[in-house]
């Protein structure tokens, strides 16, 4: 699962490097062990990758405005995190 990879990869580099905070990684990675093996929400998760990637500690977008704040990110996560539900559910 080349995308989740990606999105583990990124997340890490946020932290690491970007100080994302590890609450919210924790729950990325919990998106991406639940999706390990399952070939569902490719297109969620390449979202949630490129905004982890734009991740601004301080939520700031700067001049052109590229810039991607906690609010944004723990948004996407929590809509994936309701759809991950919704999925469990549905499967019973």
Do not use: W
Not at 12 to 31: C, G, H, K, S, T
Not at 51 to 69: A, E, F, P, R
């Amino acid at each position: 699962m080349e995308h989740l990879d990606r999105l583990h990869a990124a997340t890490i580099r946020a932290q690491q490097i970007d100080d994302l905070p590890d609450f919210l990684a924790q729950r990325i990675f919990a998106i991406t062990c639940r999706l390990q093996g399952r070939e569902v929400m490719r297109a969620e998760i390449e979202v949630l990758t490129e905004q982890v990637d734009l991740y601004d500690t301080y939520g700031q977008t700067g001049y052109i405005g590229m810039g991607v704040s906690n609010d944004i990110l723990e948004g996407t996560i929590r809509r994936l995190e309701q759809s991950l539900d919704a999925i469990q559910t549905d499967k019973g």
